[in-house]
């Protein structure tokens, strides 16, 4: 079972453990996804499919989406409703904190 669950279209956030697990990542991505079709916003799908749905899950992989997001939120936070910008800047504290934490074997 993920850690993000959707209800009534807001998302929680039920971390299971310290390190986040790349499973919540693409959850989180699902959201801002679907959001972004349903509102038909181009330029924020356009940079978040540069990365996701992201074919392997290794570091430089986990990189690259977080540059991405990152370029987003610098060059085009006006183009996000405040919630999507919300979790926008989720995403990217847990991108980067799941680049930062060793995993565990």
């Known amino acids: 079972m993920s850690a993000f669950q959707l209800m009534n279209n807001d998302l929680e956030c039920t971390p299971r453990c310290d390190r986040p697990s790349?499973?919540?990542?693409?959850?989180?991505?699902?959201?801002?996804?679907?959001?972004?079709?349903?509102r038909r916003c181009v330029l924020p799908l356009a940079y978040l499919m540069r990365s996701w749905p992201m074919p392997s899950r290794t570091f430089h992989v986990l990189r690259r989406l977080l540059k991405t997001l990152?370029?987003?939120?610098?060059?085009?936070?006006?183009?996000?409703?405040?919630?999507?910008?919300?979790?926008?800047?989720?995403?990217?504290?847990?991108?980067?904190?799941?680049?930062?934490?060793?995993?565990?074997?």
């Open 70 to 105: 990152r370029d987003l939120e610098t060059f085009h936070a006006d183009t996000l409703a405040s919630e999507e910008r919300r979790l926008l800047v989720e995403l990217v504290e847990l991108t980067n904190q799941t680049l930062r934490t060793p995993s565990q074997s």
């Open 22 to 38: 790349q499973a919540e990542i693409d959850d989180l991505c699902m959201v801002l996804f679907d959001k972004w079709c349903e």
